[in-house]
């Protein structure tokens, strides 16, 4: 493991708290992401899925997990499924988990090798009336176009024990994982302070003519040093015109000096993520214009972010945020007064420069589970970030914090990272 050893405690809390919204007399299966293919025999990687990662902190592929709150004989009320290993795959990709290691990470007693999991789960089936399933409820059903593994397990169940009441287990967890725990908030914590040095080496490499892949294996040589896993996102390095692509990460242009940088990204550490932006000039210099921008962009997040604090429904805090940018659009002379007073309220001219939500949950996903219709409450986690896009100026401004709430308001995770435009022009000078 890259990390250190998240305490098992944790994964008996989130899953003492899954059990308990369970209904009566039902089981929980929960599976693992699969190893994703490319070609031949070459793998994109793995990343684990988060609802199994949540409730046992298995990081291994091929993993099941049932939950059973009610089972009749106690050792059939948790059962941690795990790939047994062999001579084959000790010699090609080395160790694999021991049963001792996965009851030691999760706090689950009872560990099967996982070509048992239907007999197994054969034995006690009949027993429940009722069966949890994952599922990959995003709203932007990012994985309609390929089977998972939750699906294969959806047909398998369904075909296998047609009879039995289907829930889903997704609705569970998307209301527990956007209230972080202060372990969950301790990793996302670290995954920050990684992103802060990462910008910081990224501001002293800065320099005209350099490639924006160049900045962006600044990030990687940080990321890797420093222990965290992985990208959270593939990181969007996007100088000039190319930061009015919001999801622009193809990172292959010359930053030209006159230009200033987008630097989207995110770490991922222990399957805790962060996502900030920032701005900066090639050429350690703002212009002037860059600096009106710059400045409007960074207002709104300080205004904005006042607003994530308990209580407040994100779709009130979306349209705050709007007016915030609105009212500098106006005085960047973007938009004319009197349009705006007279626009169609279903068709604000602000879209034209900004045209994306500021606010989204973050913790084991980026755009972490959890419903927008809900107020925010102590303990979660939310990104803001404003921005500013005018394409026929070449310049594309956005600045993205990670905020915890907390009772009194919220603090901000990300407070390390340089914002202010005397700090990023003093750094990139030194
Ligand atoms: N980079 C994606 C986001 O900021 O949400
Ligand atoms: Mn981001
Ligand atoms: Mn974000």
């Not at 994109?44 to 592929?61: K, S, V």
């Not at 239907?118 to 176009?145: C, P, S, W």
């Not at 969950?184 to 910081?200: C, N, R, Y």
Request: negative net charge.
């Amino acid at each position: 493991m890259r990390y250190n050893q998240i305490p098992k405690s944790l994964f008996i809390k989130n899953r003492n708290n899954f059990t308990a919204k369970m209904r009566s007399n039902t089981l929980a299966i929960l599976t693992s992401n699969d190893v994703k293919h490319n070609n031949a025999d070459d793998v994109m990687g793995f990343t684990q899925n988060n609802d199994l990662f949540y409730l046992c902190g298995i990081d291994q592929e091929e993993t099941i997990l049932i939950v059973y709150p009610e089972a009749n004989r106690k050792e059939n009320r948790e059962i941690l499924f795990i790939k047994e290993t062999n001579e084959q795959i000790k010699i090609w990709d080395g160790e694999k988990l021991t049963k001792e290691q996965a009851t030691d990470i999760s706090g689950i007693a009872r560990v099967e090798w996982i070509h048992d999991f239907e007999k197994v789960l054969q034995l006690m089936a009949f027993e429940a009336d009722g069966i949890y399933l994952g599922h990959n409820e995003h709203i932007k059903r990012v994985t309609f176009n390929q089977q998972t593994q939750q699906d294969r397990m959806i047909n398998w169940c369904k075909e296998k024990y047609p009879l039995h009441d289907y829930h889903r287990a997704a609705k569970i967890t998307r209301d527990l994982r956007p209230v972080k725990s202060e372990e969950e908030v301790g990793l996302m914590q670290q995954a920050a302070d990684i992103s802060v040095a990462s910008f910081k080496r990224v501001l002293k490499a800065c320099q005209p003519d350099i490639k924006e892949f160049q900045l962006e294996a600044e990030l990687a040589y940080n990321l890797i040093a420093s222990g965290g896993t992985r990208h959270a996102f593939k990181p969007i390095v996007a100088s000039g015109k190319n930061a009015c692509a919001l999801h622009y990460n193809t990172n292959d242009d010359i930053c030209k000096s006159g230009d200033m940088i987008l630097l989207d990204f995110g770490v991922c550490y222990a399957n805790y993520n962060s996502d900030t932006t920032r701005c900066f000039p090639v050429n350690g210099k703002f212009s002037k214009r860059q600096k009106e921008v710059y400045s409007s962009v960074l207002h709104c997040l300080k205004e904005g972010s006042k607003l994530l604090k308990p209580g407040v429904i994100p779709s009130v805090y979306e349209a705050q945020m709007a007016k915030l940018v609105e009212t500098e659009l106006i005085k960047l002379g973007l938009l004319d007064a009197t349009a705006v007073a007279n626009q169609n309220p279903e068709k604000p001219l602000y879209k034209k420069y900004f045209m994306h939500g500021t606010a989204h949950h973050i913790g084991l996903d980026v755009h972490d589970v959890g419903l927008y219709t809900r107020a925010l409450e102590p303990g979660m986690v939310l990104t803001c970030e404003p921005g500013i896009y005018i394409p026929e100026e070449g310049i594309g401004c956005r600045l993205e914090n990670d905020y915890l709430i907390t009772k009194e308001g919220n603090i901000n995770l990300t407070r390390a990272m340089p914002i202010e435009i005397d700090d990023i022009e003093a750094l990139m000078s030194s």
